[in-house]
Each structure stands twice: as C-alpha cells, then as structure tokens.
Nanobody
C-alpha cells in the first residue's frame, strides 16, 4: 500500500493554470501506475490523466487533451498534473490514485482499477 497526499489545488480564474502534486510514501513508488481523477458535485469520478510507472506512457481524457500534462519524478516519489487554460467545467475535487503493477507500460483507466487514493484537492475555476 502507498500513502498519497495531493496539493496544489485552489481558486483560479478561467484561462489560468495550476500544477497539482501528489506525494507518495510507503512502498516502491516506481512500481506504481498513477492516475489523476476528478469528481464534480453530483457527477461520477472520471479519469483525467494516467501515467505508467516507467513514465513513458500516458493517457488524457478528451476534455483535457492539449491542456493537461501528467508527469512523474520517481526519485521524488511524486506525480504531477499541470493544467493550463483552465475552464469553469474543470472545477472539481482532484484525486491522485496508485496501482501496483509489474508491467512498466501499464495504464489503468477505471477508478475500480486503483487500490490507493489520496484525500483529494479542490480546484475551483471562476468565470
């Protein structure tokens, strides 16, 4: 099991940027595939971006493609989500998730695929 702590959320105007961080501790971070999810009020939790533990494979939801970049620094046990050109519809609680895997290219897409979750960080985009 890995312990995850998100940071970097806040209130930002539309068109602005944020960088979310997720610090991991407890196990070998480099053997975990990572994902960023978000959940807006009365909506399902959705995958925003995901990255393999090797870091060379990524996935982006269509809603953020071209505006988001997921990256990881295994030496710092941290995964990042850079969000640019933010829109009011990006407003949500953003969660970091981790899933141990033996496959360095593996990416997971469903919330049910992930065993470990952070507590979430609120992102609010004002119009």
């Amino acid at each position: 099991q890995v312990h995850l702590v998100e940071s970097g959320g806040g209130l930002v105007q539309a068109g602005g940027s944020l960088r979310l961080s997720c610090a991991a501790s407890g196990r070998t971070f480099s053997s975990y595939a990572m994902g960023w999810f978000r959940q807006a009020p009365e909506k399902e939790r959705e995958l925003v971006a995901a990255i393999s533990w090797y870091g060379g494979f990524t996935y982006y939801a269509d809603s953020v493609k071209g505006r988001a970049t997921i990256s990881r620094d295994n030496a710092k046990n941290t995964v990042y989500l850079q969000m640019n050109t933010l829109k009011p519809e990006d407003t949500a609680v953003y969660y970091c998730a981790a899933q141990a895997t033996a496959y360095y290219t593996r990416i997971y897409y469903s919330p049910n695929d992930y065993d470990d979750w952070g507590q979430g960080t609120q992102v609010t985009v004002s119009s």
